[in-house]
């Protein structure tokens, strides 16, 4: 399995940090996590075949998280040097159907019916979902963020990738981690600006040091908390683990449980 970490900022734009986006490949699988706004963009800028996505999986419907579903769809209807057969797709939360009516509403019926087959997914905690084959199966917990926010866990034969999207403090979080290789977490506000609805070092430091995952990669920084602090703000918590502040075009491989941080 390599991940690509498309987008590792915020709704904030920032010149350097896209909003949240990340590129998994595991098979013949190539499944995009979310997609702010410039997520497409990345996809062609970091050299990611995005003409062949096979899904997308979306944690909430904020628009930092999902703003490039429409864009995406209209490049695979309308940017392809051949028409694509191949079904898409589309995994989130409950009151995903309702998101993509909104879009269609807004955007044309190309959201529904873009050329190829498009299936619509939507995952409530606890769900499991798996690609045919097995070559990734999809864990879900809620998350203290939106009504219906999840948190993943992609368990591959390579290897387990967790993903806490926006969420609030909670060590039943760290729990439902426990035995990821990798962690793409959030880590919004430093300590003395928390929200109830999204993490900071400490809090970030509580679940992850639960999830005991061989990598935290941070990301969804907020000023005035500066990203490339975050490793070292979550060492003084108390963390020991290894962490990577986030940033666009870091990527990482996992391989029968082995890591390895390629840029």
């Not at 949240?20 to 098979?27: L, Q």
């Not at 062609?44 to 864009?71: E, I, K, M, N, Y």
């Not at 908390?225 to 075009?249: C, M, N, Q, Y």
Request: aromatic residues 6%; glycine residues 12%.
């Amino acid at each position: 399995m390599r991940v690509w970490v498309l987008g590792s900022g915020t709704l904030r734009p920032d010149p350097e940090r896209g909003s949240p986006g990340y590129w998994i490949e595991c098979g013949h699988e190539r499944i995009l996590m979310d997609c702010g706004s410039g997520t497409v963009r990345a996809l062609a800028r970091f050299g990611r075949a995005w003409q062949l996505v096979t899904r997308v999986l979306l944690s909430h419907f904020h628009t930092d998280h999902v703003a490039d579903l429409a864009p995406l769809l209209f490049a695979l209807k309308h940017g392809l040097d051949a028409p694509r057969s191949a079904t898409l797709t589309i995994l989130g939360p409950n009151g995903l159907l309702d998101h993509i009516d909104a879009l269609s509403r807004a955007h044309g019926e190309f959201l529904r019916d873009p050329g190829f087959p498009v299936e619509l997914v939507e995952l409530s905690p606890a769900d499991r979902w798996s690609t045919p084959g097995g070559a990734c199966r999809i864990e879900t917990f809620p998350t203290i963020h939106t009504t219906a926010s999840l948190a993943y866990k992609l368990v591959t034969p390579d290897g387990v990738l967790g993903y806490t999207g926006d969420t609030g403090p909670d060590p039943s979080l760290g729990k439902f981690l426990s035995g990821c290789d990798a962690l793409i977490a959030e880590c919004s506000f430093p300590d003395e600006s928390g929200m109830s609805i999204h993490l900071t070092p400490t809090s970030l430091g509580e679940i992850a040091g639960i999830a005991g995952a061989g990598l935290l990669v941070t990301v969804h920084a907020y000023p005035p908390l500066h990203p490339e602090e975050v490793p070292d703000l979550l060492e003084r918590s108390g963390f020991r683990g290894r962490v990577l502040a986030g940033k666009d075009g870091l990527a990482f491989t996992l391989s029968s449980g082995e890591l390895v941080v390629e840029r």
